[in-house]
């Protein structure tokens, strides 16, 4: 809600510390939306490294919009990368 200020006023930080509040509980809507903010850089740093093991997460709980987010983004990151996400 925090995210798109749908019955709250818009505050990314705000989402931010939710969405990774309820991945840590195993919530895979939480956990794909945290990996699509450390990706895209959403009120934290672009983060590379953390956004993919969210979606693999996310993605092992049946979330599949974490799947294909997760392709897209490994088409981005540079082998370095890749192998310190694994």
Sequence with gaps: MCDDGN??????AEAV???RKA??????NA?????AMLQEG???PK???????WY?????RGNESA??????????MTPEQIAQAQ
Aim: glycine share 6%.
């Design 17 to 19: 510390k939710w969405f």
């Design 7 to 12: 019955g709250t006023p818009k505050d990314s």
């Design 56 to 60: 693999n997460f996310a993605a092992a």
């Design 31 to 35: 956990q794909n939306n945290l990996g």
């Design 47 to 53: 983060d590379y490294v953390q956004a993919p093991k």
């Design 23 to 28: 991945a840590e509980l195993g919530n895979p």
């Design 67 to 76: 799947n294909d987010r997760s392709l897209k983004l490994a088409a981005e």
């Design 42 to 44: 959403r009120s934290v």
